[in-house]
């Protein structure tokens, strides 16, 4: 795991630098401590990042400004604050965790667990997408589907519109509302936008979208998706 650490405060990212060691241990692979902003930003153009633990508040720098463009990143992020409001608002752009200031060993270890599995209820309400270096933020509402493509994903909105993402499917799932499902190996559907199931024999199993569209779907994800649309 490649991990990045954007911290103001030598002490502070000594500090959670030592807890992420002693509860990854060999997992990790490398791990690198920046002071500032603009370092940060030309680290994550020049090397691979797994996941980022990132201050808001650097040295007078707004974390924020880093926050959106890695919203568009293929890693995670977690942010470290001692403000709760700015956390509230930073779930907007996806972010997988906020670990509130005094930082504890405990509070970390839920967050790589977190990092580790798909569980979490996200409040992403804007997904970061870079195009033609520009960032296109994509209302998560507005999403229809999402299909893994080639080692990236392809974000489908209800409008028609579709962009190419860096992350991966599994990565945007950890991050999406609760109303994204997985229906298959290759794609997650915003639950509001399904019309119906169809089975047929031979294991065949696609689901229908309200705008007629039709996807492939995973005889595994079958029994949990009907459920989850028989209670609402």
């Known amino acids: 795991m490649r991990i990045l650490i954007v911290e103001d405060e030598t002490v502070a990212a000594r500090g959670l630098e030592r807890m992420v060691r002693e509860l990854l241990g060999s997992k990790i692979s490398s ?3 920046e002071k500032t902003l603009l370092g940060s930003q030309c680290f994550v153009k020049e090397n691979p990042v797994d ?14 400004d880093l926050l959106k463009e890695m919203a568009a990143a293929s890693f995670l992020t977690i942010i470290t ?10 779930f907007e752009y996806g972010v997988l965790d906020f670990v509130p200031k005094p930082i504890t060993k405990e509070r970390v270890k839920l967050a790589l667990e977190k990092y580790q599995s798909n569980s979490g209820k996200s409040k992403t309400k804007y997904i970061g997408i870079k195009q033609e270096n520009q960032l296109q933020l994509v209302a998560t509402k507005e999403i229809l589907y999402i299909q893994s493509f080639d080692k990236q994903i392809k974000v489908f909105k209800k409008n028609g519109e579709k962009f190419v993402h860096n992350k991966s499917l599994d990565s945007i799932s950890k991050i999406l509302p609760n109303h994204f499902l997985r229906i298959h190996r290759s794609y997650i559907v915003n639950r509001k936008q399904i019309k119906s199931i169809e089975t047929g024999s031979g294991g065949f199993y696609q689901v229908e979208l309200v705008t007629g ?18 209670k609402i």
């Open 31 to 33: 791990l690198h401590i």
């Open 213 to 230: 569209i039709k996807l492939k779907m995973g005889r595994n994800y079958y029994k949990s998706l009907k459920a989850t649309l028989e």
């Open 81 to 90: 604050s001692g403000n709760v409001a700015e956390a509230i608002h930073a």
């Open 51 to 64: 996941l980022l633990f990132l201050d808001l508040n650097l040295d007078g720098d707004i974390g924020f």
